[in-house]
Protein backbone atom coordinates (compact mmCIF):
# COMPACT_ATOMS: atom_id res chain seq x y z
CA UNK A 1 0.00 0.00 0.00
CA UNK A 2 1.72 3.56 -0.92
CA UNK A 3 1.35 6.14 0.94
CA UNK A 4 -1.70 7.89 -1.44
CA UNK A 5 -3.62 4.86 -0.43
CA UNK A 6 -2.24 4.72 3.33
CA UNK A 7 -3.83 8.62 3.35
CA UNK A 8 -6.75 8.09 1.54
CA UNK A 9 -7.61 5.43 4.68
CA UNK A 10 -6.69 7.50 7.31
CA UNK A 11 -9.27 10.29 5.80
CA UNK A 12 -11.39 8.08 5.72
CA UNK A 13 -11.15 6.50 8.81
CA UNK A 14 -11.08 9.69 11.10
CA UNK A 15 -12.41 12.77 8.63
CA UNK A 16 -12.45 15.45 11.86
CA UNK A 17 -8.84 14.97 12.46
CA UNK A 18 -8.06 15.99 8.78
CA UNK A 19 -5.09 18.57 8.79
CA UNK A 20 -4.44 20.62 6.15
CA UNK A 21 -1.33 19.64 5.34
CA UNK A 22 -2.82 15.99 4.57
CA UNK A 23 -5.54 17.39 2.37
CA UNK A 24 -2.70 19.55 0.30
CA UNK A 25 -0.66 16.08 -0.22
CA UNK A 26 -3.78 14.24 -1.32
CA UNK A 27 -4.88 16.39 -3.83
CA UNK A 28 -0.98 16.98 -4.88
CA UNK A 29 -0.94 12.84 -5.55
CA UNK A 30 -4.11 13.59 -7.59
CA UNK A 31 -2.49 16.49 -9.82
CA UNK A 32 -3.90 19.39 -7.71
CA UNK A 33 -2.10 22.57 -7.39
CA UNK A 34 -2.85 25.37 -5.02
CA UNK A 35 -3.80 28.62 -6.86
CA UNK A 36 -4.27 30.87 -4.24
CA UNK A 37 -5.04 31.32 -0.56
CA UNK A 38 -6.83 33.96 1.24
CA UNK A 39 -7.08 34.25 4.75
CA UNK A 40 -8.38 30.99 5.33
CA UNK A 41 -9.91 30.46 2.19
CA UNK A 42 -7.57 28.07 0.31
CA UNK A 43 -8.28 27.21 -3.47
CA UNK A 44 -6.70 24.29 -5.41
CA UNK A 45 -7.61 23.47 -9.06
CA UNK A 46 -7.26 20.63 -11.70
CA UNK A 47 -8.27 21.00 -15.52
CA UNK A 48 -11.97 22.47 -14.99
CA UNK A 49 -12.56 21.75 -11.66
CA UNK A 50 -12.21 24.40 -8.88
CA UNK A 51 -12.33 23.47 -4.95
CA UNK A 52 -12.53 26.29 -2.14
CA UNK A 53 -11.03 25.07 1.04
CA UNK A 54 -11.33 26.45 4.26
CA UNK A 55 -9.31 26.00 6.65
CA UNK A 56 -9.75 26.99 10.64
CA UNK A 57 -6.45 26.25 13.30
CA UNK A 58 -4.94 24.20 10.86
CA UNK A 59 -8.20 21.62 10.55
CA UNK A 60 -10.39 21.36 7.71
CA UNK A 61 -14.29 20.27 8.23
CA UNK A 62 -15.40 17.05 8.24
CA UNK A 63 -17.88 17.85 5.14
CA UNK A 64 -15.14 19.12 3.20
CA UNK A 65 -13.08 16.16 3.69
CA UNK A 66 -16.00 13.76 2.74
CA UNK A 67 -16.17 16.06 -0.44
CA UNK A 68 -12.64 16.23 -1.70
CA UNK A 69 -12.68 11.69 -0.89
CA UNK A 70 -15.91 11.48 -3.09
CA UNK A 71 -14.13 13.88 -5.79
CA UNK A 72 -11.22 11.40 -5.79
CA UNK A 73 -13.08 7.89 -5.84
CA UNK A 74 -15.26 9.55 -8.83
CA UNK A 75 -11.90 10.51 -10.70
CA UNK A 76 -10.58 6.82 -9.91
CA UNK A 77 -14.02 5.00 -10.96
CA UNK A 78 -13.81 7.31 -14.70
CA UNK A 79 -10.01 6.25 -15.02
CA UNK A 80 -11.32 2.73 -14.42
CA UNK A 81 -13.58 2.66 -16.84
CA UNK A 82 -11.38 4.27 -19.72
CA UNK A 83 -9.40 1.60 -19.39
Keep these: MGKRE ?14 FADIRNLLE ?8 ATDSHHIVIYAETIFVIPINQNKVKK ?8 LIEAADSELEDDE
Design 6 to 19: KLIDRLTNSPQNAS
Design 29 to 36: YEGFYLDR
Design 63 to 70: IYVEQILE
